[in-house]
């Protein structure tokens, strides 16, 4: 079964998220403001601890 992380931006932000992997879901005005839902597949576990170690040498969050 996938577990996924949720995040939210403003559609200004999509298309760098989009790169990152992030996954648009809804988007829904609060306050007369567009809020936009993503989504994107959890790394395993094995990914994850690549990606820590990415971080460690290089900084930043690298695209999936």
């Known amino acids: 079964m996938t577990k996924w992380e949720y995040t939210t931006c403003t559609p200004g932000e999509l298309a760098a998220r989009g790169e990152q992997g992030w996954e648009l879901v809804t988007v829904i005005v609060q306050d007369?403001?567009?809020v936009c839902y993503l989504k994107r597949?959890?790394?395993s576990l094995s990914e994850r601890i690549t990606l820590e170690q990415r971080r460690a040498y290089v900084g930043g969050e690298p695209a999936r």
Request: no cysteine.
């Open 32 to 34: 007369g403001q567009a």
């Open 41 to 43: 597949p959890l790394p």
